[in-house]
């Protein structure tokens, strides 16, 4: 029994750690091209990352029973990969960014 929660724990730690780094990745690339399908990518990811680790805390923190527990993370898994789908087949330009504000200084730039 031991052995399956220190499992669970260090699998638990290994997806929060490479779900937030793709999630942060892939806001940074959303900030820089203001791509919808980028911003959407961003959200499917973070929605698996925030499944997994929900539904993994809720049976060993909460002690809620397994098969609640991992029906809440069904239930983000399948939405995070209903907008990852999205990601992949929205269309459109890029949005482009605002100009940035300039202080002080000649209006002719």
Do not use: W
């Amino acid at each position: 029994m031991l052995e399956q929660t220190l499992l669970l724990v260090v699998t638990k730690a290994t997806t929060l750690t490479f779900g937030t780094l793709l999630t942060y990745f892939s806001y940074r690339a959303y900030r820089r091209t203001h791509s919808g399908s980028l911003r959407a990518l961003t959200v499917g990811i973070g929605l698996v990352t925030v499944g997994a680790i929900l539904g993994g805390g809720l049976h060993q923190l909460a002690d809620l029973p397994l098969r609640l527990s991992v029906s809440v993370q069904s239930v983000f898994t399948a939405l995070g990969f209903a907008v990852l789908t999205y990601s992949l087949y929205t269309e459109g330009k890029p949005q482009q960014a605002p100009e940035p504000v300039r202080r002080g200084g000649s209006q002719n730039g």
